[in-house]
T-cell receptor
Framework: DSGVTQTPKHLITATGQRVTLRCSPRSGDLSVYWYQQSLDQGLQFLIQYYNGEERAKGNILERFSAQQFPDLHSELNLSSLELGDSALYFC??????????????FGPGTRLTVL | GDSVTQMEGPVTLSEEAFLTINCTYTATGYPSLFWYVQYPGEGLQLLLKATKADDKGSNKGFEATYRKETTSFHLEKGSVQVSDSAVYFCALATFSGGYNKLIFGAGTRLAVHP
Protein backbone atom coordinates (compact mmCIF):
# COMPACT_ATOMS: atom_id res chain seq x y z
CA ASP A 1 0.00 0.00 0.00
CA SER A 2 1.56 3.27 -1.20
CA GLY A 3 -0.58 5.48 1.03
CA VAL A 4 -2.13 7.20 -1.99
CA THR A 5 -5.85 6.54 -2.33
CA GLN A 6 -8.01 6.97 -5.39
CA THR A 7 -11.76 6.74 -5.82
CA PRO A 8 -13.63 5.31 -7.51
CA LYS A 9 -11.77 2.18 -8.57
CA HIS A 10 -13.91 1.72 -11.65
CA LEU A 11 -16.12 4.12 -13.55
CA ILE A 12 -18.35 3.36 -16.52
CA THR A 13 -20.06 6.20 -18.30
CA ALA A 14 -21.31 7.32 -21.68
CA THR A 15 -19.88 9.63 -24.30
CA GLY A 16 -20.54 13.29 -23.66
CA GLN A 17 -20.74 12.86 -19.91
CA ARG A 18 -18.60 14.41 -17.17
CA VAL A 19 -16.85 12.56 -14.34
CA THR A 20 -14.70 13.46 -11.35
CA LEU A 21 -11.83 11.34 -10.11
CA ARG A 22 -10.56 11.83 -6.60
CA CYS A 23 -7.10 11.40 -5.09
CA SER A 24 -5.80 11.66 -1.55
CA PRO A 25 -1.99 11.92 -1.36
CA ARG A 26 0.22 10.30 1.24
CA SER A 27 0.23 12.07 4.56
CA GLY A 28 2.77 14.89 4.37
CA ASP A 29 3.07 14.94 0.58
CA LEU A 30 2.42 18.37 -0.91
CA SER A 31 2.72 17.51 -4.60
CA VAL A 32 0.10 15.62 -6.58
CA TYR A 33 0.46 14.36 -10.15
CA TRP A 34 -2.11 12.94 -12.54
CA TYR A 35 -1.26 10.43 -15.27
CA GLN A 36 -3.26 8.70 -17.98
CA GLN A 37 -2.30 5.16 -18.98
CA SER A 38 -3.71 3.75 -22.19
CA LEU A 39 -2.63 0.89 -24.41
CA ASP A 40 -1.73 3.07 -27.37
CA GLN A 41 -0.25 6.10 -25.56
CA GLY A 42 1.48 4.48 -22.62
CA LEU A 43 1.85 6.50 -19.42
CA GLN A 44 1.23 10.18 -20.07
CA PHE A 45 1.73 12.97 -17.55
CA LEU A 46 -1.32 15.23 -17.35
CA ILE A 47 -0.89 17.82 -14.62
CA GLN A 48 0.83 18.56 -11.32
CA TYR A 49 -0.22 20.53 -8.27
CA TYR A 50 1.95 21.64 -5.40
CA ASN A 51 0.42 22.84 -2.15
CA GLY A 52 -2.78 23.92 -3.85
CA GLU A 53 -1.30 25.59 -6.89
CA GLU A 54 -0.89 24.29 -10.42
CA ARG A 55 2.79 23.64 -11.03
CA ALA A 56 3.04 21.97 -14.39
CA LYS A 57 0.93 20.88 -17.32
CA GLY A 58 1.66 17.96 -19.57
CA ASN A 59 -0.49 16.40 -22.27
CA ILE A 60 -3.78 17.43 -20.71
CA LEU A 61 -6.75 18.11 -22.98
CA GLU A 62 -8.76 21.30 -22.62
CA ARG A 63 -11.79 19.14 -21.72
CA PHE A 64 -9.89 18.02 -18.62
CA SER A 65 -9.21 20.09 -15.53
CA ALA A 66 -7.95 19.50 -12.04
CA GLN A 67 -7.58 21.20 -8.69
CA GLN A 68 -5.96 20.61 -5.34
CA PHE A 69 -7.88 21.57 -2.24
CA PRO A 70 -6.61 23.05 1.07
CA ASP A 71 -6.56 19.56 2.64
CA LEU A 72 -4.29 18.57 -0.30
CA HIS A 73 -6.63 16.08 -1.89
CA SER A 74 -7.03 16.52 -5.62
CA GLU A 75 -9.77 16.01 -8.18
CA LEU A 76 -9.47 15.44 -11.91
CA ASN A 77 -12.50 16.49 -13.90
CA LEU A 78 -13.09 14.98 -17.33
CA SER A 79 -15.88 16.42 -19.46
CA SER A 80 -17.45 15.84 -22.88
CA LEU A 81 -16.07 12.34 -22.66
CA GLU A 82 -15.08 10.47 -25.80
CA LEU A 83 -14.45 6.79 -26.39
CA GLY A 84 -10.74 7.52 -26.57
CA ASP A 85 -10.72 8.80 -23.00
CA SER A 86 -11.14 5.24 -21.75
CA ALA A 87 -7.98 4.55 -19.77
CA LEU A 88 -6.45 4.05 -16.36
CA TYR A 89 -5.95 7.32 -14.51
CA PHE A 90 -3.27 7.35 -11.86
CA CYS A 91 -2.58 9.84 -9.16
CA UNK A 92 0.86 10.07 -7.59
CA UNK A 93 2.25 12.17 -4.77
CA UNK A 94 5.63 13.28 -3.50
CA UNK A 95 6.92 15.37 -0.64
CA UNK A 96 8.59 17.92 -2.89
CA UNK A 97 9.02 18.62 -6.56
CA UNK A 98 12.62 17.57 -7.19
CA UNK A 99 11.94 14.10 -8.60
CA UNK A 100 15.60 13.15 -8.70
CA UNK A 101 15.52 12.78 -4.94
CA UNK A 102 11.84 12.67 -3.98
CA UNK A 103 10.05 9.46 -4.83
CA UNK A 104 6.66 9.55 -6.48
CA UNK A 105 4.17 7.20 -4.83
CA PHE A 106 1.38 5.98 -7.08
CA GLY A 107 -2.20 5.21 -6.21
CA PRO A 108 -4.00 2.09 -7.47
CA GLY A 109 -5.69 3.99 -10.29
CA THR A 110 -9.21 4.59 -11.53
CA ARG A 111 -10.26 2.63 -14.59
CA LEU A 112 -12.53 4.75 -16.75
CA THR A 113 -14.63 3.12 -19.45
CA VAL A 114 -16.53 5.35 -21.83
CA LEU A 115 -19.26 3.56 -23.79
CA GLY B 1 13.49 16.44 -26.09
CA ASP B 2 14.24 13.93 -23.38
CA SER B 3 13.00 10.42 -23.98
CA VAL B 4 13.24 6.82 -22.81
CA THR B 5 13.28 3.76 -25.04
CA GLN B 6 12.88 0.28 -23.66
CA MET B 7 12.67 -3.11 -25.29
CA GLU B 8 9.28 -4.23 -26.44
CA GLY B 9 7.59 -7.09 -24.74
CA PRO B 10 6.23 -9.33 -23.82
CA VAL B 11 9.22 -11.12 -22.39
CA THR B 12 8.40 -14.69 -21.48
CA LEU B 13 10.79 -16.66 -19.26
CA SER B 14 10.84 -19.83 -17.26
CA GLU B 15 11.31 -19.64 -13.51
CA GLU B 16 14.99 -19.22 -12.47
CA ALA B 17 15.98 -17.83 -15.88
CA PHE B 18 18.17 -14.73 -16.25
CA LEU B 19 16.37 -11.50 -17.05
CA THR B 20 17.54 -8.47 -18.99
CA ILE B 21 15.25 -5.63 -20.00
CA ASN B 22 17.04 -3.00 -22.05
CA CYS B 23 16.54 0.71 -21.51
CA THR B 24 18.26 3.62 -23.22
CA TYR B 25 17.65 7.29 -22.78
CA THR B 26 18.15 10.64 -24.45
CA ALA B 27 18.54 13.62 -22.18
CA THR B 28 20.40 16.87 -21.75
CA GLY B 29 22.46 16.94 -18.62
CA TYR B 30 22.62 14.05 -16.19
CA PRO B 31 19.17 12.84 -15.24
CA SER B 32 18.34 10.46 -12.43
CA LEU B 33 17.16 7.09 -13.73
CA PHE B 34 14.50 4.77 -12.36
CA TRP B 35 12.83 1.43 -12.81
CA TYR B 36 9.21 1.16 -11.76
CA VAL B 37 7.18 -2.04 -11.58
CA GLN B 38 3.42 -2.41 -12.04
CA TYR B 39 1.88 -5.64 -10.76
CA PRO B 40 -1.51 -6.67 -12.17
CA GLY B 41 -4.29 -4.41 -10.96
CA GLU B 42 -1.97 -2.09 -9.06
CA GLY B 43 -0.25 1.26 -9.46
CA LEU B 44 3.43 1.73 -10.21
CA GLN B 45 6.01 1.14 -7.49
CA LEU B 46 9.57 2.34 -7.48
CA LEU B 47 11.85 -0.69 -7.88
CA LEU B 48 15.26 0.97 -7.94
CA LYS B 49 17.01 4.15 -8.95
CA ALA B 50 20.42 5.66 -9.71
CA THR B 51 21.21 9.34 -9.53
CA LYS B 52 24.62 9.58 -11.18
CA ALA B 53 26.88 7.83 -13.67
CA ASP B 54 28.23 4.41 -12.62
CA ASP B 55 25.75 4.18 -9.74
CA LYS B 56 24.11 0.78 -9.36
CA GLY B 57 20.57 0.62 -8.10
CA SER B 58 19.39 -2.66 -6.58
CA ASN B 59 16.32 -4.06 -4.89
CA LYS B 60 14.65 -7.48 -4.52
CA GLY B 61 17.40 -9.13 -6.57
CA PHE B 62 17.05 -6.66 -9.45
CA GLU B 63 19.97 -4.47 -10.49
CA ALA B 64 20.62 -1.69 -12.99
CA THR B 65 23.76 0.36 -13.60
CA TYR B 66 23.73 3.94 -14.86
CA ARG B 67 25.96 3.89 -17.97
CA LYS B 68 26.57 7.42 -19.20
CA GLU B 69 28.79 6.33 -22.09
CA THR B 70 26.06 4.17 -23.60
CA THR B 71 23.13 6.19 -22.17
CA SER B 72 21.66 2.99 -20.81
CA PHE B 73 20.09 1.64 -17.63
CA HIS B 74 19.38 -2.02 -18.30
CA LEU B 75 17.44 -4.01 -15.71
CA GLU B 76 18.78 -7.44 -14.74
CA LYS B 77 17.91 -10.25 -12.38
CA GLY B 78 19.81 -13.47 -12.05
CA SER B 79 16.90 -15.80 -11.31
CA VAL B 80 13.31 -14.71 -11.90
CA GLN B 81 10.30 -16.01 -10.04
CA VAL B 82 6.67 -16.32 -11.06
CA SER B 83 5.92 -13.47 -8.66
CA ASP B 84 8.09 -11.15 -10.80
CA SER B 85 5.47 -11.24 -13.55
CA ALA B 86 4.55 -7.59 -14.06
CA VAL B 87 5.10 -4.61 -16.33
CA TYR B 88 8.42 -2.82 -15.89
CA PHE B 89 8.87 0.86 -16.74
CA CYS B 90 12.16 2.67 -17.19
CA ALA B 91 12.02 6.39 -16.43
CA LEU B 92 14.16 9.46 -16.09
CA ALA B 93 13.74 12.60 -14.02
CA THR B 94 14.45 15.81 -15.81
CA PHE B 95 13.93 19.52 -15.40
CA SER B 96 12.55 21.05 -18.56
CA GLY B 97 9.89 23.54 -19.49
CA GLY B 98 10.31 25.08 -16.05
CA TYR B 99 9.39 22.06 -13.98
CA ASN B 100 10.61 18.69 -12.79
CA LYS B 101 9.01 15.71 -14.43
CA LEU B 102 9.32 11.98 -14.91
CA ILE B 103 9.47 10.64 -18.46
CA PHE B 104 8.49 6.99 -18.77
CA GLY B 105 9.28 4.39 -21.36
CA ALA B 106 6.48 2.38 -22.93
CA GLY B 107 6.79 -0.47 -20.45
CA THR B 108 7.87 -4.07 -20.89
CA ARG B 109 5.59 -6.89 -19.82
CA LEU B 110 7.34 -9.85 -18.18
CA ALA B 111 5.63 -13.21 -17.85
CA VAL B 112 7.40 -15.90 -15.83
CA HIS B 113 6.17 -19.48 -16.07
CA PRO B 114 6.82 -22.28 -13.55
Amino acid sequence: DSGVTQTPKHLITATGQRVTLRCSPRSGDLSVYWYQQSLDQGLQFLIQYYNGEERAKGNILERFSAQQFPDLHSELNLSSLELGDSALYFCASSVATDLSYNEQFFGPGTRLTVL
Amino acid sequence: GDSVTQMEGPVTLSEEAFLTINCTYTATGYPSLFWYVQYPGEGLQLLLKATKADDKGSNKGFEATYRKETTSFHLEKGSVQVSDSAVYFCALATFSGGYNKLIFGAGTRLAVHP
